[in-house]
């Protein structure tokens, strides 16, 4: 068993496509239409395209919204993404006017920052030394 797809609730799916897209670095796997207002729309890792797929899903669900809205509250991120280099990433991203909610974090095996992915989540992006 392995995973293939999991998903982020955004309460846009365009502004997260291009969000994910053109900030975060992710190629698009899926794009399609499901019921002529949401797709099917689900990015993948450049360094991996067959691989792990991201959901970008619709939050319209009632319970999704009090939910992000809660973890967004706490600090507590949707999804951790791997880097090799975090503080070379934060500042790229930061060159995209990304903005981040925790600057870099050095602990004994991993560094880590969160941003706001613009669609209602907080992103941890993580560097392991391990």
């Known amino acids: 068993m392995r995973i293939n797809i999991t998903s982020v609730f955004v309460d846009d799916q365009e ?5 994910y897209t053109q900030k975060l670095g992710f190629q698009i796997r899926h794009n399609v ?3 002529g207002t949401a797709f099917w729309l689900t990015v993948v890792s450049p360094e991996n395209p067959e691989g792990t797929e991201l959901l970008l899903e619709p939050d319209g669900h009632p319970a999704v919204k009090p939910f992000k809205e809660a973890l967004v509250a ?3 991120p949707a999804a951790q993404f791997a880097v090799d280099d975090l503080a070379a990433e934060v500042e790229r991203l930061k060159g995209l006017g990304v903005k981040f909610t925790m600057e870099p974090v050095d ?7 969160v941003l706001d992915d613009t669609c209602g989540n907080l992103i ?7």
């Open 74 to 76: 706490d600090g507590i």
């Open 124 to 130: 941890q992006i993580a560097q392991y030394k391990i």
């Open 33 to 35: 239409p499901v019921d």
């Open 15 to 19: 502004k997260a496509r291009d969000f």
């Open 107 to 113: 602990m004994d095996n991993i560094a880590f920052a």
